[in-house]
């Protein structure tokens, strides 16, 4: 496994929770991360990217309330998400690669849902 997400949960509407992706070196080191989410219906939509220098960007949606960030020491990304919506529900996934050119590498999902 290249990339594995965890962390996902049920949680109620202003709860908070912190997802991981552990990623294997040689996809980790020298790569922009990012965490992409899909709801039922919708289309998967960036959430947040963070290069290798540490530099985040957020959507609009999650400003203020998710914070992205990584540990090049341990190859692992982390996403603080705080006062959670039930609008954040959604798989999460981690991603690696460049987000304009698009990710080169996917881990699989991990299930967010927040109860109103």
């Known amino acids: 496994v290249q990339l594995q997400a965890s962390g996902g949960g049920l949680v109620q509407a202003g709860g908070s929770l912190r997802l991981s992706c552990a990623a294997s070196g040689s996809i980790f080191s020298g790569k922009t991360m990012g965490w992409y989410r899909q709801a039922p219906g919708k289309q998967r939509e960036l959430v947040a990217t963070v290069t290798r220098f540490g530099t985040p960007n957020y959507a609009d949606s999650v400003k203020g309330r998710f914070t992205i960030s990584r540990d090049n020491s341990k190859n692992t990304m982390y996403l603080q998400m705080n006062s959670l919506r039930p609008e954040d529900t959604a798989v999460y996934y981690c991603?690696?690669?460049?987000?304009?050119?698009?990710?080169?590498?996917w881990g699989k999902g991990t299930q967010v849902t927040v109860s109103s």
């Open positions: 991603a690696a690669g460049s987000p304009a050119l698009g990710m080169d590498y």
